[in-house]
């Protein structure tokens, strides 16, 4: 079972709803292409509230998620996107139905 998540949450800055969804949505390949991410969630939770959603094997592969091309292409442009910086939590998950 993976044991090891993170949930980041992302609150869009007015009228920059759109280009969020579409950097979130345009990070996928660069997700399929990290061997160690196991599973990539981006979803929406509101009407400027955006998150990211994913799980590891170990510590490991969670920073090297961390150290990454989606986390820096978010911190980039994170000034320009986002009302406030992300909320990054890592996650110990307990039980899981895949």
Do not use: C
Not at 17 to 46: H, K
């Amino acid at each position: 079972m993976l044991k090891y998540g993170l949930l980041a949450r992302l609150e869009a800055k007015p009228g920059m709803e759109r280009e969020v969804a579409t950097l979130l949505a345009g990070a996928l390949p660069l997700a399929q292409s990290e061997f160690e991410t196991r599973t990539w969630y981006a979803f929406r939770s509101g009407p400027t509230s955006f998150g990211i959603f994913d799980t590891f094997e170990d510590e490991h592969g969670r920073e090297a998620h961390l150290q990454g091309q989606i986390a820096k292409a978010l911190m980039d442009n994170a000034d320009r996107l986002l009302a406030r910086p992300p909320t990054i939590d890592k996650i110990d998950l307990m039980a899981a139905k895949n």
